[in-house]
């Protein structure tokens, strides 16, 4: 496919972000409008984006990391981590983002596994790194945002380096399979894969921008989504400067009067977040929402889970709008599926296949389902903005695909007249609040308390969560289990995975049920927590 975005075949996303807006005229635009907790403001331009991002393309060269090699951003939201992420794509670096809350098993598993060489991060949170650093042996350099002063010569000060360095840099020109952005997601085994994308994503992402969030060069945008998620990354920086669209980004967490104040305040017209978010408003007093103007604010998108049908009836009555979900993951860089405003909404469904995407529904055999049949979600291989492969495990991606369909492990149906209907996840992955929380992660970390003998870990439905962790665990003889314990459970979960990883409930059982060869039936402690029949249970453990 070929998009106007391109020029002299420059497939760059850090550059047609930045300077290629400039190129275009829109240099002394607004590209965004920071907001921090306490709601001081700082504005920068699209001029001043590709200054700040050539300045940190230039230090990546001058520290010696070269394209393809991987640098990470380990930052709580702030600007830095833009910066650091549209220069180390000009200099074709692998660029990857964790979310400020990971633990240290969940930081070593992803920079170890991609032999990440600089990490971009703040000097609490590298105190979490500097413990489990002497098992990073390719990490060769970190750099510090809040300090003045380099540390040492491989521990930098991004204020000292930024002052340094030129503000002139020439992007090669980038082909559109050169590597670009890496996301890590769990799966319901195993270690979390790192989902790497590349330089032509971004037709896919400035093309659904475009046609299904409907930005207009007027418009003022709003991504909730932090940017260890790929909707952060795909439309909170990709998308919408590709269009050259004002953002807004706000650091502060959630609070209805803050965001409402905000939606009101900046004059936003397109708003995304999350069901999750959504289903936390609608628990607020209703009569705040009357307090705000919001005649401005023209759609609402929804991404991260399915979206129930009483968060669009509440949009539309408490708020006056509709609400459009839409559908996409990590390894499709972009949205597939959606619901958007020249379509008529049909609650519940996902929404129909946006422009150059076939999806279809497949049975185990691989034959494709007629309407109304329930099967396997799959979409054929070969989009712009599909994912090229999981890090280091050529086998997985490899069993992602099967005679020219990717299959996303997402369960569904097709009604007749086009439009997908999501069912649930043909694995064990949790969807908690749009983040994905491998089980296996969760009962591997409980293992490491002393207390515990076995664990067994599910997602359970949650009408705010869409979907809970729950940990069931087997304690050693003589060890009770008392508030303090669960407490200990919570904060051990929280300091090692993240907070979303945290058990919403954790009980106590006398065993975990495993098959013979030792894995956890998690179906079967799924079903007895959902008072459900627990179906075959013949390889069960005796």
Known sequence: MSSSIIRNSQHNIGFICTGQQCDAGLGDKLAMRWISPRFERQDFTFSELDRFSNKFANILQSVGVGAGEVIFTFLPKSTEHFFAFLGSLKAQCITGTLFSNFGEDALLDRLGDSKARLVVTRKSLYRK?????????????????DVAEHSSDDVLSW??????????????????????????????????????????????????????????PEDLFWCTA????????????????????????????????????????????????APTALRMLMREEQSLFREFDLSLL????????????????WGRETLGKD??????????????????????????????????????????????????MHGNLCIREGWDSMFITYLSNDTAYSSKFKKGWYHTGDMAWRDKDGYYWFLGRSDDV???????????????????????????????????????????????????????????????????????????????VESVPKNKSGKIMRRVLKARYLGQDVGDISTLEE
């Not at 997602?459 to 087997?474: H, I, M, Q, Y």
């Open 323 to 372: 609400v459009f979900d839409t559908w996409f993951q990590t390894e499709t860089g972009g949205i597939m599926i959606a619901n958007h405003p020249s379509l008529p909404i049909r609650s519940g469904s996902m929404g129909i296949p946006v422009s150059g995407i076939e999806p279809a529904i497949l049975g185990d055999d691989g034959t494709v389902l007629a309407d109304d």
């Open 298 to 313: 023209r759609c609402i998108f929804s991404v991260g889970e399915p979206l129930n049908p009483e968060v669009i009836s």
């Open 226 to 273: 932090d940017q260890g998620w790929v909707t952060g990354t795909s439309y909170g920086i990709i998308g919408p400067w590709s269009l050259g669209v004002t953002q807004i980004h706000f650091a502060g967490g959630y609070s209805a009067h803050s965001w409402f104040e905000l939606l009101q305040n900046e004059g936003v017209t397109v708003w995304y977040t």
């Open 159 to 216: 204020n000292k380096l930024m002052a340094e360095a030129s503000e002139k840099f020439t992007t090669p020109c980038t082909a559109p399979e050169t590597p670009s952005v890496l996301h890590y997601t769990s799966g319901s085994t195993g270690k979390p894969k790192g989902v790497l994308h590349r330089h032509g994503s971004i037709l896919h992402q400035n093309r659904t921008t475009r046609e299904v969030l409907g930005l207009l």
């Open 430 to 508: 949790i969807n908690t609040s749009g983040h994905l929380v491998s089980p296996f992660e969760v009962e591997s970390a409980l293992l490491e308390l002393p207390e515990i003998v076995e664990s067994g870990v599910i997602g359970a439905p949650d009408e705010l969560l869409f979907e809970k962790v729950v940990a069931f665990v087997n304690f050693h003889p003589g060890v009770d289990f008392t508030p303090e314990m669960e407490l200990n459970i919570r904060l051990h979960i929280a300091n090692r995975l993240s907070s979303v990883a945290i058990p919403q409930e954790v009980i106590q």
């Open 129 to 145: 790194i500097e413990r489990i650093r002497d098992q990073l042996p390719h990490l060769k350099t970190v750099i510090l945002t």
